[in-house]
């Protein structure tokens, strides 16, 4: 399988995140999935979830997207923006 290259954006390097995930909940409650078994099937690497799910990078939108639709959940209930942060 080829993996295709995801933007990501390392938050360190911008104004600090206002972005929260719920990737690793989400993983658990969809029968205790592996980081690996999710970067499967958006395509990218474990290191990238892992990195995503500690909130050191804000993944693009389409990788966003692709969570949404593995999870089967709206946008809204993996990734939350809270501009009071």
């Not at 295709?4 to 600090?16: D, G, N, P, R």
Request: glycine share 2%.
């Amino acid at each position: 399988m080829v993996r295709k290259s995801i933007t990501t954006v390392k938050v360190s390097e911008m104004a600090k995140s206002n972005i929260q995930n719920n990737i690793r909940k989400l993983r658990f409650n969809t029968g205790e999935m592996t980081q690996q078994e999710l970067a499967d099937k958006v395509h990218v690497s474990r290191q990238t979830i892992v990195a995503i799910e500690k909130g050191s990078y804000s993944p693009s939108l389409e990788l966003a997207f692709r969570f949404a639709h593995i999870f089967e959940t709206p946008l809204a209930e993996v990734f939350t923006y809270d501009p009071k942060q």
